[in-house]
């Protein structure tokens, strides 16, 4: 009888991160910044059939980036469990944390099941207050569910690193909706630079979002391409 081949759970686990990172390095950049009425998704995203931000609740949205069909599966799941939960007790009791949890514990099972490949992507889970723009929350939820509370911006993608030391030089507080899209813009254009092409942001490339605390009960808002070519345009 042969002895069963061996491999350490560290190696194992070692493994599965060099695998996600290879993935996670492919992918498109999310934004999401703090603006004066809520927060801001920005991500890049030439493919129309496919939306990387989405409303999950009222007061609720998920960023995403990765592979497509396993944040979409997510994303979906994420819905029907708050409605589940908000109709079965208070629509208050759906919350930024209780998501960040739910999906935490489900990323972190299957990272850690030894037979079972990771899932390649990463969230950012979006919150604001639902009478004012004070008291939003982002979370980030890494591969194996790892999850922390960012404060002012974060992103998620091949070039999250370089996107943050941009915006820790360039962000400002109090920033109007107008003003937060071309700082996410410019930052987006400013991490590809060095790109061998010319690389310019235009409303066919990027897709954006918002929380917005001054909207009636739902606060997600999906900007269409005409709003965007009107933001950009001005701002060129």
Not at 181 to 187: G, V
Request: glycine residues 6%.
């Amino acid at each position: 009888m042969s002895t069963p081949y061996y491999v350490s759970p560290d190696q194992i686990w070692e493994d599965k991160k060099e695998f996600v990172d290879r993935g996670i390095e492919q992918a498109k950049e999310v934004i999401v910044l703090e603006y004066n009425n809520g927060l801001l998704m920005v991500a890049e995203n030439p493919r129309k059939t496919i939306f990387k931000m989405s409303e999950i609740y009222d007061r609720i949205a998920l960023a995403s980036t990765g592979r497509v069909s396993e944040y979409e599966a997510l994303r979906v799941a994420g819905i029907r469990e708050a409605e589940i939960k908000g109709y079965t007790y208070y629509r208050e009791d759906v919350t930024g944390k209780w998501l960040t949890n739910l999906y935490s514990q489900h990323m972190s099972a299957i990272a850690q099941a030894w037979d079972t490949k990771p899932l390649e992507i990463e969230l950012l889970v979006c919150e604001i207050d639902g009478h004012s723009s004070v008291g939003s929350q982002i979370y980030k939820i890494t591969f194996d569910g790892t999850y922390e509370e960012k404060e002012r911006f974060a992103a998620i993608g091949g070039k999250a690193d370089s996107i943050l030391e941009f915006l820790e030089n360039t962000y400002q507080e109090g920033l109007d909706i107008k003003d937060a899209i071309e700082l996410a813009a410019n930052t987006l254009e400013s991490i590809e630079a060095d790109a061998p092409e010319s690389y310019e942001i235009n409303p066919n490339t990027i897709e954006i979002a918002c929380l917005d605390a001054t909207l009636d009960r739902r606060k997600f808002h999906r900007f269409t391409i005409e709003e965007i070519d009107e933001i950009l345009g001005n701002a060129s």
